[in-house]
């Protein structure tokens, strides 16, 4: 036991932001257009309780259209209290490997304690920015963006940010609600603008009335823009 708890200070070590990086995470990135849409507050780590998603098989349905199979590399991005995390975990097997980040140090604390006590030793967890996930480039087959989207206020750069850490073929995957950001949705329309501004192509978009709303998959398509040369778009 010793020995997992001196791997689990270092995971955290591993993690922690230092101070002054946080401080830059709170200032808007340069050259990047701000976003024509409100905003939502980040009100919870929880989306709705594990067991009542599970009655639905929410995250077997999602990895399911998503085509995760044992050896992936994924990323789930916004984690909170580790729902994708630990499934994806289980789908990948010993052979993959999950990266979970989120951007409140609290939340990200207590998912790796919930990974140090599950011992789910394919896991790790990482402190983001708001406007940068700090992801390894080509590292990623799939990349989880789950009730999160609305979140980001800075959706140019994070998604320009983001890009680099795709493998060849990868998909960014974004389950959310079709309704008005401020209401804590993406319309579909809004999202597939703000994606292809920034070089993706969108694969399909399903309704998923489990999970919410809907299902959406993307893949890099073509240059990364420039970021002074990335055209914002119309709240919708």
Known sequence: MKMRSAAFLLLLGACQAPAEQSAAARERPSGFPKADRPVARIVSSRWSTEESRDRLREADEVMNRAGIVPGMTVADI??????????????????????????VP??????????NRERLDNVSVKLGEPADPKLPENSFDRIFMVHMY???????????????????????????????????????????????AVGYRQLRIEPMPQAGGYFAAFEAHGERPAPDAIKSCRSQ
């Open 78 to 103: 916004g984690a909170g209290e580790g729902y994708y995390t630990i499934r994806l975990a289980a789908r990948v097997g010993k052979d993959g490997r999950v990266l979970a980040q989120d951007i």
């Open 106 to 115: 609290e939340v990200r604390d207590a998912l790796a304690e919930r990974v």
């Open 150 to 196: 609305h979140e980001i206020g800075d959706p140019f750069a994070f998604l320009w940010h983001l890009r680099p850490a795709l493998k060849p073929g990868g998909q960014v995957i974004v389950v959310d609600a079709d309704r008005p950001t401020q209401n804590h949705g993406t319309p579909p329309a809004l999202l597939r603008c703000e994606l292809a």
